[in-house]
Structure formats: structure tokens, C-alpha cells
């Protein structure tokens, strides 16, 4: 079965730096769009970043300027490039991705999140 496995979570100062990764393993065809999803404790579940196979682009307003998202097709990898991280971002990232086992439609598949904590 297809899997999403998250990494490069951590613990960082206010103002650092930190690059997620999220690998797609199994039977896959195709990714169409992956994406970033966030949940801090007591919130719901935010859209912070997705890419389509295409190459557009959308954040949340909260992390416009100071994260990137970008794709590895060959690798099927998607990766969240995180600067000038606050407190506030502090939360489980989950990787979200459409993928297609087969030709055809696509189906949704969720990582287990990564815990990114930013220190004051």
C-alpha cells in the first residue's frame, strides 16, 4: 500500500530554520498535488502549503514569505522549506499528497506528522 513518511521535524530557536521531507513509497503512478497540512494543540487541522504536478503554488497568509514548498517528481518527494520560524508555527505537520495507483483517479494518503516545535 502507498505510504507518506514525514522527517526533518525538530526543535528550533525563534528566527531558524527548518526543511521537511516527505517520501511516497508503493504502488504509485502518479502524484497529481501533495501539500503541508499543520494542527497545533487545541486547533484545527490548517492548510499550510500544497504544489500541483504543475507547479502552482499556495500557502496560508500566515507563512507567505517564509516558506517554500517544491517537489521532487523522480524521488516522489515533497519538501517544506521553513525560515524565520515563530513560536506560533509550533505544531505536527502532516504530508498530504492526491496519488494515482493506476491510471485514473487519484486518492488521498496522509503521513503520521512531524512534530516541529519553535522556542521562544
Known amino acids: 500500500q502507498v505510504q507518506l513518511v514525514e522527517s526533518g521535524g525538530g526543535l528550533v530557536q525563534a528566527g531558524g530554520s527548518l526543511r521537511l521531507s516527505c517520501a511516497a513509497s508503493?504502488?504509485?503512478?502518479?502524484?497529481?498535488?501533495m501539500g503541508w497540512y499543520r494542527q497545533a494543540p487545541g486547533k484545527q487541522r490548517e492548510l499550510v502549503a500544497a504544489i500541483t504536478n504543475g507547479g502552482s503554488r499556495n500557502y496560508a497568509d500566515s507563512v507567505k514569505g517564509r516558506f517554500a514548498i517544491s517537489r521532487d517528481n523522480a524521488k516522489n518527494t515533497v519538501y517544506l522549506q521553513m525560515n524565520s520560524l515563530k513560536p506560533e508555527d509550533t505544531a505536527v505537520y502532516y504530508c498530504?499528497?492526491?496519488?494515482?495507483?493506476?491510471?485514473?483517479?487519484?486518492?488521498?494518503?496522509w503521513g503520521r506528522g512531524t512534530q516541529v516545535t519553535v522556542s521562544s
Open positions: 508503493g504502488s504509485i503512478f502518479s502524484i497529481n498535488a
Open positions: 498530504n499528497a492526491d496519488i494515482s495507483k493506476n491510471p485514473g483517479r487519484g486518492y488521498i494518503y
